[in-house]
């Protein structure tokens, strides 16, 4: 199975872009009728001499291999680089039709960007962080827009990301959360459905059949979507942990770690934009 998150589909960390560990202890062997029984970091691809079948997971004695501490460093520097730009867009870009345009471009190279690092074999920096540039550019335009209607809506936006995250990592860390391959198709199922509705309202809106936003008003409905949206990226987050963990359990290359930074920002961006709108609702409606 692919690994995925709401705007993009990406390259997990084992070499046949499988997640590791679902379902599985980690070891090697086909469970009879399961293909996700594999663990694809069991035959270590980062190994050096004879694969060990049944072993536990051991990265191979060497310094280049991922770590939590190169997880938390690039996913700092990408997330900064997001910070950075959002920020500098803020102060120099007033609201107005030009910078509305500006942003709408820097979200379609962010999505470019995003879209070749994500065919790519290997981890691009340079691609990574040029997409946090631009998305930073897109989500500063967009945040004064919306702190120009609703006054300090960006700011309890970041307290909803960072809470919406920090709960889902409490959550998963606690074991209340096993994440295995039933788990990642079912959510992955709800997602591309999610994604198909939103992309047939995003037509009908565009199109005049729906009005207000259709799906996306900013009445109730449009509350509940974007609750669902949020609780996705959740989802996702989830995945995401889950592959950071498997990575360095099984001892990806240290550039991966790039992988989880670029995972992890794309999830935390969705969730912002979301928690920005769902804020905007709620304030609309006192």
């Known amino acids: 199975m692919r690994s995925s998150n709401p705007v993009f589909s990406r390259r997990g960390f084992s070499r046949d872009n499988g ?52 997880v938390v460093v690039r996913s700092a520097i990408t997330l900064g680089t997001v910070a950075v730009g959002a920020v500098l867009a803020w102060a120099l870009l007033p609201v107005s039709g030009t910078s509305y345009g500006l942003a709408v471009g820097s979200a379609l190279i962010a999505f470019v960007l995003a879209m070749v690092q994500s065919f790519k074999r290997t981890p691009s ?12 550019v897109f989500l500063g335009v967009i945040s004064e827009m919306y702190n120009s209607r609703w006054s300090g809506a960006p700011f309890q936006a970041v307290l909803g990301t960072m809470a919406v995250s920090g709960a889902t990592l409490l959550i998963y860390k606690a074991g209340w959360i096993r994440v295995t391959a039933r788990y990642a198709r079912i959510g992955l199922a709800i997602a591309m459905a999610f994604m198909v509705v939103m992309a047939v309202n995003l037509l009908l809106v565009a199109f005049g059949v729906a009005d207000d936003g259709g799906l996306r008003s900013f009445g109730p409905l449009g509350a509940l979507v974007g609750i669902i949206a949020i ?27 790039w992988l989880a930074a670029f995972g992890l920002t794309m999830t935390l961006v969705w969730i ?15």
Do not use: C, H
Not at 125 to 136: K, M, N, V, W
């Open 19 to 70: 997640y590791a560990g679902f379902n599985t202890a980690p070891q090697a062997g086909y469970a009879q009728g399961n293909p996700y029984a594999q663990n694809p970091y069991a035959q270590n691809p980062y190994a050096q001499g004879d694969v060990q079948y049944g072993a536990p997971p051991q990265a191979p004695a060497t310094t280049d291999r991922m770590t939590m501490d190169d």
């Open 125 to 136: 920096p340079a691609l990574i962080l040029g997409y946090a540039a631009f998305e930073g």
């Open 231 to 257: 609780v996705l990226g959740a989802f996702f987050l989830t995945l995401d942990f889950k592959q950071i963990e498997d990575g360095i359990a099984y001892g990806a290359p240290r550039n991966e770690s």
């Open 272 to 286: 912002y934009v979301e928690m920005l709108r769902l804020v905007a609702i709620f304030s609309s409606n006192d």
